[in-house]
Structure formats: C-alpha cells, structure tokens
C-alpha cells in the first residue's frame, strides 16, 4: 500500500461547481499536512497547509482526521483557473515529504 | 525573501551523455535541499536530499549523483544518461524543521 493515497480522478467540473478531494495516509505518526497545486508542465506549489482544526482559505477548505488518517480539499465556486493537478502531501517529524499521485481537475466553460 | 533557482529549464541529451543541472537558494541559511523526478504523467520521487555542505542522502539507486559544495547550492549530476532518464527535474528547498516545502521552476530533460 503507498503511504499517500489519492482519488485517481480525473475531475471534470462545470464552473461554479463544488468539488472535493479526498487523501488517505497510511502512517499514523504522520504530524503534517499540505495540499499543493500544479499547473502543466509547471512545478508544484503550496496551496495550503492543513491543521488540525481545519482551514479555509476563500473558497478552499482543507480538513484533517486523524483517527481515520484522512484529509480533504474542497473547492467552491470553482473557476477555469483552478484547472490543475492538486497533490496530497504529508510528513513524520524528522522524516522526508511524501506525495500523493495527485488528482487531476478539469474545470469546464 | 526566499528564492530558488534552477537550470537550465529545458535541455535535450543524447543517450550516453554527461548531465548537470544546478539549483540555488537565496534569503536562507543551512535549508534542507532536495532533487525530485516526475516523469510523463507520474507523481514526483525524490531522488537526493542533503541536510547540510556535503552530505548526501540517495533515496533510490540509480546512475544519478548529487553534490552539495556550497550551503545553498545544490547539483544533480550523471556520467552517462539513459532514455529513461528523461523527465521533470526539480530542486526543493526546505527550512528545518521543515515545515514546507518550496519548488524551483524546474528542468526539463529529454534524453534522445
């Protein structure tokens, strides 16, 4: 099984839809949680890190469960703009950051 | 601020050749510097990473070197390139302990 889990997508939204990503980690001393984004052919960048009491940044929401080892992203009102590739990170105190696959979004006109 | 470099963005190389790509890191001290590959539709594998000047850890054992002669510079090397060596190439910084992780714009290698 691989440390960092993903939904394979691909995810084909109208704009203004809600869309939701869903993330599975297997390792339970896992202490810290990102989402990033990437464009095509572009490196990944930090979209936003995720806590224990849950997040939200506009119009994404981040949300952590530790006891089920699970970590969302919701997107609302989504824009043509959020078209990209979104990747589930974690990391053990003291250890290196482990992708996710990532989950790929498609917002259409 | 913090700023990471790395080139060049695209190179073309034949089988059999020599690579060196380099990376630097500007506005921070003693990061934690990384080498990552993705290849055509894949996640990214981290290849190296270095905690300081010199030191070397090598995730997956392949014709790939890395070198750290200076703080915040960071090369990924190879003596002879292989097809599958072709892919995205990006350096990553981090600052201990490591709450993030930041990308370079990447390098492009296709190796022909």
């Known amino acids: 099984r691989k440390e960092v889990e993903q939904d394979p997508g691909p995810f084909n939204v109208p704009e203004g839809a809600t869309v939701a990503f869903n993330c599975t980690y297997s390792?339970?001393?896992?202490?810290?949680f990102f989402w990033y984004r990437q464009d095509c052919r572009k490196e990944p960048k930090l979209l936003m890190s995720v806590y224990s009491s849950g997040n939200e940044d506009g119009r994404f929401t981040a949300q952590l469960n530790r006891a089920s080892q699970y970590i969302s992203l919701l997107i609302r009102d989504s824009k043509l703009s959020d078209s990209a590739t979104y990747l589930c990170?974690?990391?053990?105190?003291?250890?290196?950051?482990?992708f996710g696959p990532g989950t790929r979004l498609s917002v259409l006109p | 601020s913090q700023t990471i470099h790395q080139w060049p963005a695209t190179l073309v190389q034949p089988v059999g050749s020599p690579l060196s790509l380099e990376c630097t890191v500007e506005?921070?001290?003693?990061?934690?510097l990384y080498w990552y590959r993705q290849a055509a539709g894949r996640g990214l594998q981290l290849l190296f990473y270095s905690v300081g000047i010199g030191q070397i850890s090598s995730e997956v054992p392949q014709n790939l070197s890395a070198s750290r002669p200076q703080d915040r510079q960071f090369i990924l090397s190879s003596k002879k390139l292989l097809l599958s060596d072709s892919g995205f190439y990006l350096c990553?910084?981090?600052?201990?302990?490591?709450?993030?992780?930041?990308f370079g714009e990447g390098s492009w290698l296709t190796v022909v």
């Open positions: 990553a910084w981090s600052t201990p302990p490591g709450n993030t992780i930041y």
């Open positions: 390792n339970s001393a896992s202490q810290s």
């Open positions: 990170v974690v990391r053990r105190p003291g250890q290196n950051f482990v």
């Open positions: 506005g921070t001290s003693n990061p934690n």
